[in-house]
């Protein structure tokens, strides 16, 4: 099992989202973030005072996946991610040690199977 | 001392109200400018409130040093003289016709010049460029506007053949919204339409300024009496039943829909009933004002669930709000108008076929020119330089591509920059001993 972390362009999170139900991967949290990468940064003025803005708005997926999943998830990330300009984002893949279903109790593999699949 | 007295043949009482009147007008398009920013997205927040305050600059300067005499300059046919150009001849004496001050009457018809321009950015916002609609803006006041309004109150053809239009049907209502159709035509749809929801960010914006537009005409429709008389009392409280109605009667087509009421299909449907007694207010009696207010929900309701499953991204349903409901209120003071309340002229139903006539004329001829003199406008504007930038800005958003802000904005990661240079720069010509 895997933790599927994905940092993304806000405008492009529903492409994310289209790519990653056609992968069939269907358990996912989203949140948004702010954070800093290799971009420019913006310049914006507000009644004289000129501001640098270090951090840029994103999107960040967080897909918990069984081990077959995880290259399908990654593809489907860059695929809908990708605009092929710098502040596409990145995506990190950490070991996952348990997962736990709380309606059920179920642990693990069954945890991370969506229900009906 | 006489700017200190009243030139003769102004009365002070209309002088009053008029001013109050030009005030409330002006206020509409704020209004308008909350209405119009909470239907957009969030990163087009700032943007589409600026095309409202654009428009409260270069509509009323071109309106002052050329528009207002197209289109109240003499009785041309097809357009004024340019007698008032710069305002020439633009006094306290009052305005022919009315019993106030003429500059008076100039300040109240720009306030409509600024709104109708506004209007029109509902169906170009989130992807046209800030440049070239100020450019648009100020063409269109003057070559769009100022000709429709001469049609309509500057004795033009319209008014010459006998068509009613009490407050602006014709270049307010239907100029906008036949004109939003080109634009939205010519500057073409949104790169995520039809393949995104693209949803509006702020339903409260949008309750709040419909509300406001709400207020502000009363003085619109109230104001277009040119004074303290019964035409505008009438119109006033048509403004406040037409509206009424139409809220009633959008209520029942969104249960029938969805089951359930909407808040924006309600301050969509405010708009509506406002539009549709705008060109009827002073003609009508305040039953048929109710009646219009029930009618003038179907179409808009219609073209507005039309619209969205087609191609036409006119995104903010200009034409739907704006020109069918104005349209509606053209061809119902033909039907229902009354010599009784107005003074003026009789409909289809109280004897006078003849006027339904002189409204279909208007409703031929005002989103014909409308329609076919903005595309040509925004052809040639667009055949200079682009209309709309790259994709890659619609994705960041107009509000930090073309102003520099953002409506949201966290300070988070902020540094301020100083004009001698960035706050580590300063610091580090205080010394080093400083720290």
């Known amino acids: ?117 | 001392m006489r700017a200190l007295q009243a030139a003769a043949g102004v009365d002070a009482g209309d002088t009053a109200w008029m001013l109050a009147a030009t005030a409330l007008v002006l206020l509409m398009t704020p209004a308008l400018g909350l209405f119009y920013a909470g239907l957009v997205r969030e990163k087009n927040t700032l943007n589409t409130f600026m095309m409202c305050v654009a428009a409260l600059s270069v509509a009323t300067i071109c309106f002052a040093l050329v528009g207002y005499s197209l289109a109240f300059d003499g009785d041309g046919s097809l357009v004024g003289g340019l007698g008032h150009v710069f305002l020439q001849g633009v006094g306290f004496e009052p305005r022919d016709g009315t019993t106030i001050p003429h500059l008076l009457f100039f300040a109240f018809q720009t306030t409509f010049c600024i709104i109708t321009t506004a209007l029109v950015s509902g169906a170009v916002v989130e992807r046209m460029r800030f440049g070239p609609f100020l450019i648009f803006a100020a063409l269109w006041s003057i070559l769009v506007y100022s000709v429709l309004a001469h049609w309509a109150f500057g004795g033009g053809w319209l008014q010459a053949g006998g068509t009613l239009d009490f407050a602006g049907g014709i270049p307010v209502e239907m100029g906008s919204g036949f004109s939003a159709l080109a634009a939205a035509l010519v500057v073409g749809a949104r790169k995520d339409y039809g393949r995104q929801a693209l949803l509006p960010h702020n339903a409260m914006y949008v309750l709040v300024g419909a509300g406001l537009l709400w207020f502000g005409w009363f003085g619109f429709n109230g104001g277009s009496g040119f004074g303290a008389n019964d035409a505008s009392v009438l119109a006033f409280v048509n403004t406040l039943l037409t509206p009424a109605a139409a809220l009633l009667v959008w209520f029942v087509l969104d249960l029938l829909r969805g089951r359930q009421v909407t808040a924006i299909g309600a301050a969509t449907a405010i708009i509506v009933g406002c539009v549709a007694i705008t060109p009827a207010g002073g003609f009508i009696s305040p039953g048929w004002a109710l009646v219009l207010g029930g009618l003038a929900a179907l179409p808009s309701y219609a073209v507005i669930v039309w619209r969205t499953r087609t191609r036409v991204d006119e995104t903010l349903d200009v034409l739907a709000a704006h020109g069918i409901a104005g349209l509606t209120g053209i061809v119902f003071i033909g039907v229902v108008a009354q010599m009784s309340w107005n003074g003026v002229s009789d409909g289809l139903l109280y004897g006078n076929a003849e006027q339904l006539g002189s409204q279909l004329l208007a409703v031929l001829a005002a989103p014909a020119y409308a329609f076919g003199a903005t595309y040509a406008l925004l052809r040639i504007i667009g055949a200079f330089t682009a209309l709309r930038g790259p994709d890659r800005d619609e994705a960041v958003g107009m509000d930090i591509i073309h102003h520099g802000e953002e409506a949201y904005v966290r300070g988070e990661g902020a540094i301020l920059i100083t004009p001698e240079g960035s706050v580590e720069d300063e610091l580090a010509a205080v010394g080093p001993g400083s720290r």
């Open chain 1, 1 to 117: 099992m895997k933790l599927v972390i994905a940092v993304v362009r806000p405008d492009k999170a529903n492409d994310v989202l289209e790519a990653l139900y056609r992968a069939e991967v269907r358990g996912l949290s989203l949140s948004r973030v702010q954070g800093h990468g290799g971009e420019l940064e913006r310049v914006e003025t507000y009644r004289g005072a000129t501001v640098k803005m270090g951090l840029t708005d994103k999107v960040r997926f967080e897909i918990a996946v069984s081990d077959e999943f995880v290259e399908p998830t990654i593809d489907a990330l860059c695929e809908g991610g990708q605009t092929g300009e710098v502040g596409d984002g990145k995506i990190f893949v950490v070991a996952l040690e348990r997962v736990v279903r709380i309606r059920t109790g179920e642990r693990d593999h069954g945890a991370v199977t969506p229900v009906g699949s």
